[in-house]
């Protein structure tokens, strides 16, 4: 699986251990920044990682700040993400079979540990394709295009 990436000042050393980790299981990763401590604007790096996803670069998206927040936000204006904030491999696992998330937001709160439980189950889980879950997005995707 092809796995977009991106982080901001304050994700990228979890950034940077969630690729290696990622590409021992065999993914293949893009990394769309940032590449140090320096600070940045996380906006930024969610739009590209964003527009990267809509332009069909991975197959599923990974984004990062210091609590996971304003870097989903972000993600969530450019046109067609799905992305959700996730704490933990329960919410990483409804955002996929629920809500066909295609980005989640983790915040650096977490050790790597749990980073790596959250992740596994984001990828592992597809979309439970339910009529009620399609009816809520194909709401979401309408109201989208006002």
Same mark, same amino acid.
């Given at each position: 699986?092809?796995?977009?990436?991106?982080?901001?000042?304050?994700?990228?050393?979890?950034?940077?251990?969630?690729?290696?980790?990622?590409?021992?299981?065999?993914?293949?990763?893009i990394d769309y920044g940032t590449n140090s401590t320096e600070s940045v604007d996380y906006p930024d790096?969610?739009?590209?990682?964003?527009?990267e996803y809509i332009n069909k670069s991975f197959d599923y998206g990974i984004a990062i700040c210091g609590n996971g927040i304003g870097i989903s936000i972000a993600c969530n204006k450019v046109k067609g993400i799905r992305c959700a904030k996730v704490d933990n491999d329960k919410e990483a696992r409804s955002a996929r079979e629920h809500? %066909?998330? #295609? *980005?989640?937001?983790?915040?650096? %709160?977490? #050790? *790597?540990?749990?980073?790596?439980?959250?992740?596994?189950?984001?990828?592992?889980?597809?979309?439970?394709g339910e009529e009620r879950h399609i009816r809520r997005i194909k709401k979401i995707e309408e109201y989208e295009k006002k």
């Open positions: 699986m092809k796995i977009g990436i991106t982080a901001d000042h304050r994700g990228y050393n979890l950034k940077e251990k969630l690729i290696k980790y990622l590409e021992k299981k065999g993914h293949e990763t790096f969610a739009f590209k990682l964003g527009e809500n %066909d998330a #295609n *980005i989640i937001a983790i915040g650096t %709160d977490k #050790n *790597i540990f749990e980073v790596k439980d959250i992740v596994d189950a984001f990828l592992s889980f597809p979309f439970s």
